[in-house]
């Protein structure tokens, strides 16, 4: 792939973000930026990595596409298929799990119609799955939705959220 297919790929707005996180390393470690591109890529993508896009992701960053598509496959924020537009995920780790996210879990598949790892059939949301920590123990049980935390759910908590991104 050439620098221009990597450009026609990668949004205007996806190039200055890359630019900007590879800006915070020393000249020749711009694959410490990979994780902020490949977020930025996914972002403009409705959601989900395609393996052209990786391609485009390591040619700009000059990287071999093996080092990036171990990364996308590895971290489970990335989404290689399509999904909903919102990723929901509702930590299950121990002070979640004591607190009740099990309920939470169970509650959201009910309201959205939907088991965790599937997205509504609008494509609005996708119940990405039950995230082992997301670092918030002190105000169990929470989720994200979009890197955004809500934390302290009750049912009726939840319904608000979902409500508040129809």
Same mark, same amino acid.
């Given at each position: 792939m050439s620098e221009s297919t990597a450009t026609s790929l990668l949004s205007e707005h996806t190039r200055h973000e890359i630019d900007h996180w590879v800006a915070k390393f020393p000249d020749g470690k711009q694959r410490s930026a990979l994780l902020a591109a490949l977020r930025a890529a996914q972002h403009q993508n409705q959601g989900f990595l395609t393996a052209p896009l990786m391609d485009a992701v390591a040619d700009y960053l000059s990287l071999r596409p093996i080092q990036v598509y171990e990364v996308a496959t590895?971290?489970?924020?990335?989404e290689t298929k399509p999904v909903g537009r919102l990723h929901v995920s509702v930590c299950t780790n121990i002070a979640c799990t004591l607190l009740g996210s099990d309920k939470i879990v169970a509650h959201i598949e009910k309201k959205l119609g939907i088991k965790t790892g599937e997205s509504t059939p609008d494509g609005k949301f996708f119940l990405k799955c039950e995230e082992e920590c997301l670092a918030a123990?002190?105000?169990?049980?929470?989720?994200?939705?979009?890197?955004?935390?809500?934390?302290? #759910?009750?049912?009726?908590?939840?319904?608000?959220? #979902?409500?508040? #991104?129809?």
């Open positions: 590895f971290y489970s924020m990335f123990c002190n105000n169990a049980p929470m989720m994200m939705i979009d890197h955004v935390y809500y934390e302290n #759910l009750t049912p009726e908590k939840v319904d608000q959220v #979902l409500e508040s #991104l129809k």
